[in-house]
Structure formats: C-alpha cells, structure tokens
C-alpha cells in the first residue's frame, strides 16, 4: 500500500469514528435529557387484539364433523381507486349486484364503503383474479363450516355469525370451542418495554359417535318414517356400561351450514328438549322396583280382571281383556296395564317413586348438549300429584319424559343395575393437555340380581310377543310402547307414539337401542312400526361394530375356559 492510500484509509477510518461519536452522543442526549417529553408527543401506542380459532369437532375415529373456514367482506377506499367503472363491470356479475350500484358505491365520496357483508372464499378469490381487484379490500370473517352437511344437525347444533353456538354440543360447549380473545394496548416506542397478546385458543373435541355408524342410524330412521308413514322420530343408541352416545338421530333435521335460512322449529333437539307419555316401555321399570324392592318375584301373581279403579280412575288393558290369574313374566310379555297399576299400589307411593328417581325420573341426565329437559314427575305432597298417578305413571302415563332419560333408565337394566351419565363429548384436546371423560355413576338403580332377572323376563317378552324384534345370531332384551298422545283435553283418540327399547346380546350387552315413531299411520302399536324397525337396524348395527352373535361368543367362552383350567 502506498502512502496515499494509507493516508485516505486514516481519513475515512477517522471520518467513520466521529460520525459514530456524534450519532451516539445525539442519542444519548435524546434518551437521557429528551426523552420524557418527546414520550409526551409522539404516539407510543397502539390497540391490539389477537383472536382465537374456534376448536374443531371431530367424531371418534378423526372425521372433521365441524371446523372454522372463511367467508370474506368485500370493500373499497374509492379515493384510490384507479378505474370505478371498468371495477364495477368486473365486479357486477361476481357479486350479483347492478353495475349502476356498484358504480355509485366506487364513486362516493366516503373513505370506506362496503360493498358485500359475506361472500364465500371462492367469490373472493374470483374478485382477487379480476383487473384492479388489488384494490379492493377483502376483510376475513370466520364461519363454521360442518363438511357432512346435515349429519347429527342435533348433536352438532350450529355456529351463527357472531361466533355463538345455538344449539347441541356448539352451544353447550361454547365457551371451551370459542377459546378467549386478548386483548392490550402495546408500545410501539423502542423506548417501552414490548408486551406479548396471546388468545387462548379453542379446545378441539372428539365425540364418541362414528360417522359411519350414525349415518347408518340417520338412514334406518328416514326409512321407517317412511314406511310407517309417522310424521318424525328419533333413534339413540347407547354403551350401558359407559353411557357413551354411540349414534343419536331424530328427524326432521337441517343443515348446519346454512342455519341462517332454516325454519327455527327445527333448532329445537327432540332427543334431549320433547317430553312425552312414554306408554308401555316404563313397565320395565315398574315391574324392576317391584322385584328390587322385595314386593314381587318373578313367581307372583295376581287375578287380572281387566281393570282396576286407583284414586277414582279406571285402568284397562290394552286389549281391555281380563287376563285371570298372571305371573310377573307373563305380565311384562303381555304388557298389561292392570297388572303394573297392581304391583305399584302394591308397592305404595314411597317406594314406587323412590325407585323412578332411581332410575333419573323428573330430572336432567346431565348429557352435554345444550337444552336438556328434565321431563315432568309429579311426586307426592305437591300440588300437581293425585292419587291415581300411581297407577298410571306405572304403565307410563300421567308423566313425561325425554327419549334420552327414557333409554338411560332402561340401560340401568342391561349394565348390572348402575345408571351411567350419558355423554357425547370423549375427549376435549387443548393448551394444557388431553382431557378424557371418565364415565360417571349417577346411582344403582337396582341390584345385579334383579337386573339379571330384568334381563332374562325381557328376553321371555321378546321370544313369546315380539317375533318382529328378533335380530337372528342373537338373543334380544326389550319392551315396546304403544303411547297415547296427550292434549289439553285429554288424549288423540287415534294418533299415538310406537317404541321399542332393547339391549344385546342379553347375556352380556354392549349396545342399547331406542326406537321412537311418532304418528305412524300404517299400524297402531309399537310391536308393529318401532320393533321391525329396532330389527332391521340392530342386524346391521352388529356387523358395523363387531359384535359376535351368540353361538361364536359361547364358543370363545368355552375356549378361554378351558385354556384357563
């Protein structure tokens, strides 16, 4: 290097260090000397919020049943625009609104004006494609987007556009899907410390019902409706041993996605929210607190002459034949009136009533779906209560239940007696980890003795007077119910409601199913419209979730036995 390099070198190496000097002693003065008043004049800052993204539902097996997607706000700021009306020509048929509108719209002398309030993605990606469509602003909006369509409308419910759930497990759930937004006023002085705003996102949920098993139940019950001619109708299926919902249908449904134009009658959950006279379907419980209770054996009799007079009403069998002398079992498989007002006077007020509160009578199951009913029971000493409702409430009238609390009572039948919580929701996944339902008690209804008796007397019933109940390779537990529907001057004198409740395989149950047709128009009992329909379901419910017909169980039994000897 030679000398006048080196001296250009020193002069720009110098030059470096005294404006670094300077810029250090200008920021030192401005910090320390001012710094408070310049805090004083500039606009430090600013309001922010940070949102969360509702959790998404998924059924038991990872199946998407309700996720967030985007609509869209479609705006301008017109005083930037380069050319309204080759815009508004663009524009028009994406948005389906007259040029001569849109024109006005671009050409106002607002700031901001709104041209479409919600447009899906795909009309906002069409505005994005089309010459200035730089300039228009596209602000997202969040909408809950349900990708089976109608399927479990009553246990999903819906998301409106303020991001509310209106009804089932979007409702019930409302607070821990919509997670929390933050929000804080942050400094944008580097002067100020930072702060971080962070939403508490919302909790995924998984669901104990498979989508294929409840597309299957939502089918079966389209079918029966139309081929009994009811005008509705719902189908659950359950775990007794756990409470876990495994499908729950009910008909009229709609779809989610498109809540805003769906008649708001349809909102309404007949599985959790309508309560009805259950008919027949309730002997099984009466006749359960009977044996419970010491008060029969499935040996008793009683002389059945064909009605029988309580608190100055008259019950009649269904037949209004007279029956002569009756056992419990024969009871149950005739289903006869009479005979369930006998053994519930014989029982008296206390420890009939006992028992149905037992069983979850006049309350909620506690099921986690919004609107939950707790049915209509009037008890002893209140003013709502008469002397014939022991007698009536026995073959189920005079009360009102839910479909839910009618197949958990009956489910206490088929699990040794225990009454489980029902519940839809398996798991819920958020920040803090993976939180699983433990299936919950509610009470013991009964003992296991007399639920095996229950079990065994239900078995009979079906065998001797429901053939069209019978799922072949397995042996059934059920009842059925022919209910009379109530009004305000008493009851219809020819619509009714059919059902039919069963359990199976009867010796070791792993599903409950209740059947429920309302206003069937081609027969008038149960054992007719609800149990063929039971049937026909319950024979592709087996193969669907694996359960073995009887003679392959047996023969696993005998072989783990004799392995085990």
Not at 196 to 210: N, Q
Request: net charge negative; glycine share 8%; proline share 6%.
């Amino acid at each position: 290097m030679n000398p006048s390099q080196l001296r250009r070198m020193w002069t720009v190496a110098i030059g470096l260090v005294v404006a670094g000097l300077v810029v250090a002693v200008r920021l030192f003065a401005f910090q320390i000397f001012q710094g408070e008043e310049w805090k004083n004049v500039v606009v430090t800052e600013l309001p922010v919020t940070d949102r969360p993204e509702r959790g998404v539902i998924y059924d038991r097996n990872g199946a998407v049943l309700a996720v967030d997607e985007w609509d869209y706000r479609v705006a301008v700021s017109p005083s930037i625009l380069s050319d309204p009306e080759a815009l508004a020509n663009s524009l028009a048929p994406i948005l389906q609104i007259p040029r001569g509108q849109l024109l006005h719209d671009l050409e106002s002398p607002e700031l901001y004006v709104v041209l479409a309030g919600r447009v899906t993605s795909e009309t906002a990606d069409a505005i994005r494609a089309v010459e200035y469509g730089d300039e228009v602003q596209l602000d997202p909006l969040p909408r809950r987007f349900y990708p089976q369509g109608s399927l479990m409308c009553h246990i999903l419910g819906f998301v409106d556009f303020e991001g509310v759930g209106g009804a089932g497990i979007e409702g019930y759930y409302q607070s821990e899907l919509a997670g929390e937004a933050a929000s804080a006023t942050v400094p944008i002085s580097p002067l100020e410390e930072q702060k971080t705003v962070m939403a508490r996102e919302g909790a995924d949920l998984v669901l104990t019902i498979d989508r294929n098993t409840q597309y299957v139940v939502e089918r079966h019950l389209k079918e029966a409706l139309a081929e009994y001619g009811a005008v509705s109708g719902s189908i659950i299926v359950m775990d007794p041993r756990t409470g876990a919902i495994l499908a729950m249908a009910a008909e009229p449904c709609y779809s989610a996605n498109d809540f805003y134009d769906v008649d708001e009658k349809l909102f309404y959950n007949p599985l959790v929210s309508a309560v009805y006279e259950p008919g027949s379907v309730m002997k099984l419980v009466t006749m359960a607190a009977a044996l419970d209770s010491g008060t029969v054996t499935p040996g008793t009799t009683y002389q059945d002459n064909g009605a029988i007079e309580v608190g100055g009403h008259i019950s009649y069998n269904w037949d209004r034949g007279a029956h002569g002398t009756v056992d419990m079992t024969t009871l149950l498989a005739r289903s006869l009136n009479v005979g369930a007002a006998t053994i519930a006077t014989w029982m008296g007020p206390t420890t009939f009533y006992d028992y149905f509160q037992r069983f979850g009578f006049g309350r909620p199951t506690g099921i986690d779906i919004l609107s939950e009913e707790p049915g209509l029971m009037p008890l002893p000493g209140s003013g709502d209560w008469q002397e014939s409702f022991i007698a009536t409430n026995a073959y189920g009238q005079a009360l009102a239940v839910t479909p839910l609390q009618m197949i958990s009572a009956v489910s206490a039948l088929a699990n040794d007696g225990y009454l489980m919580q029902p519940y839809v929701v398996a798991e819920r996944r958020d920040a803090t980890g993976v939180h699983r339902h433990e299936p919950t008690v509610l009470s013991q209804a009964i003992s296991p003795d007399t639920a095996a008796i229950m079990t065994g007397m239900a078995v009979t019933a079906v065998q001797q007077e429901v053939a069209e109940a019978q799922v072949p390779g397995y042996t059934v537990a059920g009842k059925t119910g022919t209910a009379q529907i109530a009004e305000p001057f008493g009851y219809h004198p020819t619509d009714i409601i059919g059902s039919f409740i069963g359990w199976l395989p009867a010796e070791d149950p792993e599903i409950i199913v209740f059947v429920k047709l309302d206003r069937p128009q081609t027969a008038q009992w149960g054992s007719q419209t609800a149990a063929p329909a039971f049937a026909k379901l319950a024979t592709e419910l087996v193969v669907l979730l694996g359960i073995p017909p009887d003679e392959i169980r047996h023969q696993a039994n005998v072989s783990a036995a004799r392995d085990g000897g």
